[in-house]
């Protein structure tokens, strides 16, 4: 599905996928339209300037709505803030020495966290401890009252950042109860490129230590743990059950069977020829001549180097042959979904692959452009496929009737009234309102509505 750049594939998907924000409140519709048409196609300058113009002009309003004490307004513009600033900085990384790609994420980090302090206490954050660091999440709550909930253990992939995960799965978490913890590990986000923690393939021992720190809140249902991995976080979320045994069950978001095969399909056949010759001088110069009229190849060879820590493009792919499910996909012990995106640009066939390799219980869902779904981790269209993960999760940890008792206890008028919070916010962000006057109580589904 392309809903602007028709000849630059990389751009159309990029844009989609932050479009598809807006089901949640993470973007809007005439904002990103009108940022479209600005924007020259395959140029990554043009495409950094005109997005940071947007999550300029929108943190300025989200400023000053605080200011006046307008909090709701507020909270709204810093989170489409925070993904306009995310997207400026997404082509940023052919060269790691820029100074944007620091403060840009930056940018959006501190818009974020700017709006989850108005939230309320039911978006934390947290800091997961790892090897001698930490690292950072947030832990989104169903409501403030320490009741123990099903609780899904959520991160992203290749490219992904913290802040974007509430779109892709939390907000769709807390809806229907579930709390969900969100995470950056190596590779990705703030630990990259604040820490330079490069990626590792045995993700098993990054989420070990989030599994122990959730076991250690009063607000965990222990016994009722999932955990879901996006794009190639599908590979690491296929990994991680295969050796951590304390989850009933798993979302591979979407199914990746082998990354360096995956990845192989996505150069040239000159280079893949090359490449299996041992030639990686040949090799890498056909891959850069190729980057240089293809924005998809440009990106994901100058961000695999990166994120990898590595310093050539045949160090990258030789990196990517531990990714792989061969022989570990039998280890795997608790019930399986696995989502496929019909026009997948990154993995396709990849979640056939490990659909048949595991030797549990398991599902696979295919979704497809009449849905609007077929992009890489039917992006454009979260609704549909929170309906199917959570469905799925609700029917398999056999929770669906403990859910609709919930949702009817919790408000007399029949809707599933999940939480009342008070805003949290600090006295200066009282400004505009008389003194002594309360804080409007908000709703989670004030807080995730679609607009």
Not at 221 to 248: I, K, P, Y
Not at 379 to 408: I, M
Not at 421 to 427: F, G, M, Q, S, T
Request: hydrophobic share 40%; with cysteine.
């Amino acid at each position: 599905m392309k809903v602007a750049f028709p000849n630059d594939g990389s751009f159309a998907f990029e844009f989609v996928r932050n479009l598809g924000f807006m089901y949640y409140g993470g973007s809007d519709l005439g904002e990103m339209i009108a940022t479209a048409g600005l924007i020259k196609e395959g140029v990554e300058e043009s495409w950094f300037t005109e997005w940071d113009k947007l999550a300029r002009r929108i943190l300025s309003r989200a400023d000053a709505s605080s200011a006046a004490g307008h909090l709701v307004s507020a909270r709204e513009a810093y989170l489409r803030a925070s993904t306009y600033f995310r997207t400026a900085e997404f082509y940023l990384h052919g060269n790691p020495a820029d100074p944007r790609i620091l403060s840009t994420s930056r940018a959006s980090q501190k818009a974020y966290a700017e709006a989850a302090r108005l939230t309320g206490p039911t978006w934390e954050p947290v800091q997961i401890p790892y090897e001698g660091t930490t690292l950072p999440g947030y832990f989104y709550k169903v409501d403030n009252s320490g009741k123990p909930r099903p609780t899904l253990i959520f991160f992203g992939g290749f490219d992904s950042s913290l802040e974007e995960l509430f779109y892709m799965g939390a907000a769709g978490a807390v809806r229907r109860g579930y709390n969900c913890l969100t995470f950056d590990g190596p590779g990705q986000g703030a630990p990259l490129r604040e820490q330079k923690l490069p990626f590792r393939y045995d993700w098993e021992k990054v989420v070990t230590p989030a599994v122990d720190y959730v076991f250690t809140r009063p607000d965990v249902d222990a016994d009722n743990l999932a955990l879901q991995g996006m794009s190639l976080g599908g590979f690491w979320c296929a990994r991680t059950v295969a050796f951590e045994h304390r989850f009933r069950a798993a979302v591979f978001f979407d199914g990746v069977y082998d990354v360096y095969q995956a990845f192989r399909g996505l150069l040239p056949k000159e280079a893949i020829a090359a490449l299996d010759a041992g030639d990686s001088v040949t090799f890498e110069e056909i891959v850069f001549k190729s980057m240089q009229n293809n924005t998809a190849l440009r990106w994901m060879v100058a961000n695999g180097v990166w994120a990898s820590g590595v310093s050539s493009v045949i160090d990258f792919m030789t990196k990517t042959k531990q990714y792989t499910m061969e022989g570990i996909a039998g280890q795997i012990q608790c019930p399986c979904l696995v989502l496929q995106a019909d026009a997948d640009i990154f993995f396709l066939s990849q979640p056939q692959q490990i659909y048949d390799a595991l030797q549990v219980p398991k599902k696979l869902v295919a979704f497809h452009a009449e849905d609007g779904a077929e992009n890489h981790c039917q992006s454009g269209e979260l609704s549909y496929k929170d309906q199917v993960v959570f469905d799925w999760l609700d029917e398999t940890l056999n929770l669906h009737n403990g859910r609709k008792v919930d949702a009817q206890n919790q408000s007399s008028s029949g809707k599933a009234r999940q939480e009342v919070a008070l805003l949290d916010v600090a006295e200066p962000a009282r400004r505009g309102r008389p003194a002594g006057a309360p804080i409007r109580e908000l709703h989670l589904s004030d807080l995730t509505s679609p607009k």
